[in-house]
């Protein structure tokens, strides 16, 4: 089945709106995991709008805390071409600091209200290489963010990344409207280029219940969906708890 990797970056805007700890990010991926959800996603940027350099290491000593929950994956998504700034160590002193599972690459900016693109790897694949190798080196399984759709998506592979995460932002706008076939067709089309080339397929990006069960139905061999704006926008009229075993009654639904 596929996992689900919880991203509490909403968590942490709502703890900054107001000053504090409240509500407290360990508390709240407790919850997630005790739920059933296989793994905590953050998403720190350098202005610290949300996730914190100091909530990536709460959270993955919290993580490794958790002597009967053997297998919780802590993924830590970011622009690794970011350098540090102030409090702000840049993604690969965050990583070689606290050694996640998973080091998903993401090729945002500042400027980005969210993430609204993959990379390019005809303009990226030679400056990316030598900063996987890096990441591997500090045992983090490492993904690259990628448009559905995307050209050569088996240079990845060639790079040294493990897994693809396809950028599924514009198949949820597709279906909120009505008419997705088409883009469900291009994250079809890459997951199956993806898979041939060696790579693993993750997915993530504006992901719901409403759109999730028609994406893993096309592409069952998915290893993980990240999910955060939803799953915490609807955990506020029904509860994380209940919120996140809807999330895997729906995966469950797969046929392999």
Request: with cysteine; glycine share 10%.
């Amino acid at each position: 089945m596929t996992r689900l990797s919880v991203n509490v970056n909403k968590i942490a805007v709502l703890r900054n709106s107001r000053g504090g700890n409240e509500p407290e990010l360990c508390t709240a991926a407790d919850a997630c995991i005790a739920a059933g959800a296989a793994g905590i996603t953050v998403h720190p940027r350098p202005d610290q709008r949300h996730i914190r350099p100091d909530d990536v290491r709460a959270l993955k000593a919290w993580i490794d805390g958790q002597p009967a929950i053997a297998d919780i994956e802590f993924n830590i998504e970011g622009n690794a071409f970011a350098p540090a700034r102030g409090s702000y160590p840049g993604l690969l002193g965050l990583v070689a600091e606290t050694r996640p599972a998973q080091c998903t690459l993401v090729p945002d900016s500042d400027a980005q209200i969210t993430s609204d693109h993959g990379f390019d790897l005809g303009a990226d694949a030679s400056r990316l290489k030598p900063l996987i190798a890096q990441l591997k080196q500090w045992g983090a399984r490492v993904s690259l963010f990628m448009d559905a759709g995307a050209a050569g998506i088996e240079r990845a592979a060639e790079i040294g990344a493990d897994r693809v995460e396809i950028y599924t932002g514009p198949y949820a706008a597709a279906f909120a409207r009505g008419d997705f076939q088409r883009e469900l067709e291009q994250c079809v089309t890459t997951a199956a280029a993806a898979r041939a080339a060696g790579l693993g397929i993750n997915a993530g990006h504006d992901l719901s219940q409403a759109n999730l069960g028609a994406l893993i139905a096309a592409i069952p061999f998915l290893a993980e969906v990240s999910i955060g704006h939803a799953l915490i926008g609807e955990a506020l009229y029904a509860g994380l708890d209940a919120t996140v075993k809807s999330y895997l009654r729906i995966l469950s639904m797969q046929v392999r």
